[in-house]
């Protein structure tokens, strides 16, 4: 039997799951990659924490005003956006979070997005293309699906995770270029170690890749937990399974969306991905699940 | 000297497990208190609303003298009411009263015209909507301090400390059914 508490746990231990993976999967190339490049292993990895961690915390602070500027976003008006100003007013209330900021996006495709480092700083989004298509009670569906990426820290936590996705990306970068350029003492240690060499080279190859898909795993997963909560906020389920019925159904994506910013939104900004091409490869390179997937969830609750 | 040194470390982990259940069960109360005083902000913004939407509709419909009594008299109870029995019951006849109220609105077109009163409408609906989310987070804070008090082996000693059950803030079920209107 599967209801909306089982549901939100279920998701959040697949979270944590899956982050465990992660760290092992980091310590282990690190460690191989350690191992075949000798002495000059730890420095080097040092660096390549310091770079990724510079990056991703410097979104972590920024990409609220970034984020807002990118899509030309305007500050709603309670008068104009009567609902989208007092739904999400109703719901941090019953989420016991303090109102965050509301802006809208003069764009006619229908999309919603969240961001911000914590309560203080969150910021909802929505397009005029939301506005127009959703009722009362399907607007409340998104924004709830909103509010709970903020109430359940999922800017943090991808964060975390593209620091290590980071990390990897840059250590693997540095050891292929410690091949051409390392030293004739780094290349004596090496050949001691001729397996650890060997599958070095293998995983400088894969690792970037299997540390990317990873993290849309966990993208993926936040967004089923963001459903659940939404659910669970509302209670009443049907209204963002219907929202997401016409987020499906709708021809137009949104003008200004990128890969860059794909994650943050309700559902894919992406046009393969909304026009349910779901194909096991596609979902595998997916930050959302399918809608439709999303949607019999939200029914079965 | 080994047994006296086993039983202060089991007095001292008592001693601990006492004080934390304690503090937790304050803070969660304060949780209650706090979410309580929600539920009050919103029953005032409805009824700062309400003289507003009752003058407006006796412009249009003067002679339905007894619906207007009964949202005022509503509206006295809710303002003076007290602890959460007392406020709930209050708050189910407001309800109850401002149903017939609209009821009433539905046969006078002009009214229903009016920008005035449609903007009071969609203000009170929302009003509405604020006061079942804030009873909802209320509940839910209930629920986690009645869980955290009546769970083994904090229903041992919660008693001692002199905490009560929290009550929930329900809903009267008739609100929760559509009003049959009689013409």
Redesign the interface.
């Known amino acids: 039997m599967k209801n909306v508490y089982s549901e939100v746990s279920a998701n959040k231990l697949k979270t944590y799951f899956i982050v465990t993976l992660f760290f092992i999967f980091v310590s282990f190339v690190l460690y191989v990659l350690g191992k075949s490049l000798g002495y000059s292993g730890p420095s080097l990895f040092l660096f390549a924490f310091l770079l990724s961690f510079l990056s991703s915390f410097l979104s972590y602070f920024f990409s609220d005003k970034l984020v807002l500027m990118i899509h030309h976003a305007v500050p709603a008006d309670r008068k104009i956006h009567?609902d989208l100003f007092?739904?999400t007013?109703?719901?941090s209330?019953?989420?016991?979070i303090p109102k965050p900021k509301v802006y809208v996006i003069e764009d006619s495709s229908p999309n919603a997005f969240a961001t911000g480092r914590d309560y203080n700083h969150a910021v909802v989004v929505a397009t005029t293309g939301l506005l127009a298509i959703m009722d009362r009670r399907e607007l409340e569906g998104v924004v709830a699906h909103e509010l709970s990426h903020i109430k359940n820290y999922d800017m943090l936590l991808m964060t975390v995770v593209s620091v290590m996705v980071g990390l990897v990306v840059y250590a693997t970068d540095f050891f292929t270029r410690s091949l051409w350029f390392g030293s004739r003492d780094d290349r004596e240690s090496r050949n001691s170690n001729g397996v650890f060499f060997i599958l070095s080279i293998v995983l400088s190859l894969l690792a970037p890749i299997m540390a990317t898909l990873l993290q849309l795993a966990i993208s993926r997963r936040r967004e089923y937990l963001a459903d659940a909560s939404a659910a669970y906020l509302t209670?009443y389920p049907e209204g963002l399974a219907r929202a997401l019925e016409k987020l499906a159904n709708y021809p137009q994506t949104l003008r200004t969306a990128s890969n860059a910013t794909a994650h943050l939104f309700i559902a894919s900004p992406l046009k393969a991905d909304l026009q349910g091409k779901s194909g096991w490869l596609n979902n595998l390179f997916s930050t959302h699940p399918p809608l439709k997937e999303r949607i019999d969830r939200l029914r079965q609750m | 000297m080994q047994p006296i040194y086993i039983v202060i470390g089991l007095i001292v982990l008592l001693g601990l497990y006492l004080m934390g259940t304690y503090n937790r069960l304050v803070v969660l109360l304060n949780r209650i208190k706090e979410a309580w005083s929600g539920i009050e902000v919103q029953l005032k913004r409805r009824t700062d609303l309400i003289p507003n939407l009752v003058s407006t509709v006796k412009g249009y419909a003067k002679h339905e003298k007894s619906v207007f009594e009964n949202v005022t008299k509503a509206r006295s109870a809710v303002m003076s009411a007290q602890g959460v029995k007392e406020t709930q019951e209050a708050e189910n006849m407001l309800s109850g009263a401002l149903k017939s109220l609209f009821a009433v609105a539905e046969s006078y077109p002009d009214l229903k015209a009016n920008t005035n009163f449609q903007d009071l409408q969609k203000e009170l609906a929302d009003t509405e909507d604020k006061i079942a989310y804030s009873r909802q987070f209320y509940n839910s804070n209930v629920l986690s301090f009645n869980n955290t008090a009546k769970l083994f082996p904090n229903n041992l000693f919660v008693p001692l400390f002199g905490f009560k059950e929290q009550e929930f803030f329900d809903v009267d079920e008739k609100e929760t059914q559509p009003v049959k209107v009689d013409f």
Do not use: D, K, S
Not at chain 1, 93 to 96: F, M
């Open positions: 009567f007092t739904v007013e109703n719901l209330l019953a989420a016991g209670r």
